[in-house]
């Protein structure tokens, strides 16, 4: 007779599964709105439209944190990953106007560690509490085989809404418009198979400093959610344009939200370039053209405005916690010519 086999046995342990899901309610349960209809652990995730909206517009981004998993690995360190995850979606539909409504996440592994997979999970609550929104569902996927041991993947889904006249997409921006730049918190979650090349050929462990604080914690520093401070920045005033940026840098991302008939005239002095990219730029011998077309080198998102806004907008921004400069201005753009020029 053959004998009787388990899928516990092939690999994949359905009572951590269940273990994970009761573990990871009370996160959940602190990020839930009122328009949140059921909890975890259902087929679907269920979730109303807010009845403030007159002609709501549905905004969905999905993306992943990418290989600065690796460092979260070696660091043995999950607490913040799960930031960065709910960051990269969240700041992508929040550049259209949208108001986040709610999360989704997808953990995926060779073997279920419950309380490494908790970690990354209590992560991904806490960017839905700083970006006001519910984690109302998600996966877990224990797929023996798949990954190495320790490992682990993670893709991110949210959704948020707008009024239909309220969208923003940089159609209005016009010549002498000013371009204002809000910090980033560090690399974010961008350019680090650059990054973790550069620390490898220079030998960087857990005690290597970086000034008086260590370089891995700067370099896992979670990605700074930008929600309420734009939200309430898109209420008080006319936003034209919004530009997360991501991977491409100023480089790519700032063009993006542009008509062609203007370009942005940007002053790489106008900022305070954090040490992370010199020591970056330096220790890996980088121009500074691929600096500014792979990291953020210290502006996380870029915001237009017409110049009579100006002011306003960064005391506002300001009161809300971030870190702002003017960085530049919206100039008519020849033919032919570039849609930045960063000077």
Not at 55 to 60: A, C, G, K, T
Request: aromatic share 6%; hydrophobic share 45%; proline share 4%.
């Amino acid at each position: 007779m053959t004998p009787q086999t388990s899928y516990r046995e092939a690999g994949v342990d359905i009572d951590a599964g269940n273990r994970l899901i009761e573990k990871i309610k009370p996160f959940a349960q602190r990020t839930l709105r009122q328009e949140a209809l059921g909890g975890i652990g259902g087929f679907g995730a269920l979730f109303e439209v807010p009845k403030k909206y007159r002609q709501p517009i549905l905004v969905s981004g999905t993306d992943g944190v990418g290989t600065k998993l690796k460092l979260a690995f070696q660091s043995n360190r999950h607490d913040t990953i799960g930031i960065d995850l709910v960051a990269m979606s969240v700041n992508d539909i929040l550049v259209q106007g949208a108001e986040p409504l709610f999360f989704l996440d997808y953990f995926a592994c060779g073997k279920l560690d419950v309380e490494t997979a908790a970690q990354v999970i209590q992560g991904i609550a806490k960017g839905c509490e700083q970006a006001g929104c519910a984690l109302i569902g998600g996966e877990t996927a224990e797929m023996p085989g798949m990954y190495p041991e320790g490992e682990y993947d993670l893709a991110g889904f949210a959704v948020g809404v707008v009024e239909k006249d309220r969208i923003i997409d940089g159609r209005q921006i016009t010549d002498q418009d000013l371009v204002l730049g809000i910090a980033s918190s560090g690399a974010h979650a961008n350019g680090f198979s650059l990054i973790r090349k550069i620390l490898t050929q220079h030998a960087v462990d857990a005690d290597t400093q970086l000034g008086d604080v260590k370089l891995l914690d700067i370099v896992l520093a979670p990605t700074r959610i930008y929600a309420k401070s734009l939200l309430a920045l898109i209420q008080a005033l006319p936003v034209k344009g919004l530009a997360h940026i991501t991977g491409g840098g100023l480089l790519e991302n700032v063009p993006r939200i542009l008509p062609e008939t203007v370009m942005a005239h940007v002053d790489r002095r106008s900022w305070v370039r954090p040490p992370l990219f010199d020591w970056l730029q330096q220790h890996g011998n980088v121009a500074e053209e691929e600096m500014l077309r792979v990291f953020n080198c210290g502006i996380g998102m870029v915001v237009i405005v017409a110049p009579e806004h100006g002011r306003t907008a960064i005391d506002i921004l300001r009161a809300n916690g971030e870190t702002v400069w003017q960085i530049g201005t919206i100039q008519r753009r020849e033919s032919g010519a570039c849609a930045i020029a960063i000077d």
